[in-house]
């Protein structure tokens, strides 16, 4: 055997044994390491501010009345077509009579609360919509608007909320901190 030869099976002995102890060390700083696991059933890790969980219908608090328009924009733009609409009358007394959401069917791609203008339809944090029967993954109103939580954790891009409450961006009491204004651009939300 050549003396190159010896010099380059040295190196390559030298790189495993170096490889080998980088390994074994990061193995025994991860072991000693404080554990970070959530026990799911009793703890939940929150959700952020932009999560696209389950479509909830929330009712105006001040008339008691859906803030839904009926403008049908959210069936329109609903790629996968799992959004249906029906009403009654006209004008401005038409009656919202059914709004279904196939939960099967839907992307999550939040097209529908972001062209929302009255903020009609928004994004709840309930991430548990698994089931074993998929007829229960059909949410009509009256299931839509109990999902509603009194102030909703996204909102889409007209942002409403800071204008029907006068308020700007900001500005305003302590529950409206939680509220999620639209980001300008160039700015993360956070």
Aim: aromatic letters at 6%; charged letters at 25%; proline letters at 6%.
């Amino acid at each position: 055997m050549s003396v190159a030869r010896r010099i380059n099976a040295g190196g390559r002995v030298a790189g495993a044994v170096k490889a080998l102890a980088t390994g074994l060390g990061l193995t025994w700083l991860v072991m000693l390491r404080r554990k970070v696991t959530v026990k799911y059933p009793i703890e939940r890790l929150p959700v952020s501010n932009r999560f696209h969980g389950l479509l909830a219908l929330p009712i105006d608090p001040e008339t008691g009345k859906d803030l839904c328009i009926i403008c049908f924009q959210c069936e329109r733009v609903c790629p996968s077509r799992c959004i249906h609409i029906e009403a009654q009358g006209k004008g401005k007394e038409r009656v919202l009579t059914r709004f279904d959401i196939e939960m099967d069917k839907c992307q999550y791609c939040g097209f529908c609360v972001e062209v929302c203008p009255t903020e009609a339809i928004v994004f709840v944090p309930h991430y548990e919509s698994s089931t074993f029967d998929r007829s229960t993954l059909l949410y009509n109103l009256d299931e839509l608007h109990l999902a509603a939580p009194k102030e909703p954790i996204a909102m889409g891009i007209v942002g409403g909320a800071h204008r029907r409450n006068g308020r700007k961006n900001g500005t305003g009491d302590a529950g409206a901190s939680r509220r999620l204004v639209p980001p300008e651009r160039g700015r993360p939300v956070s």
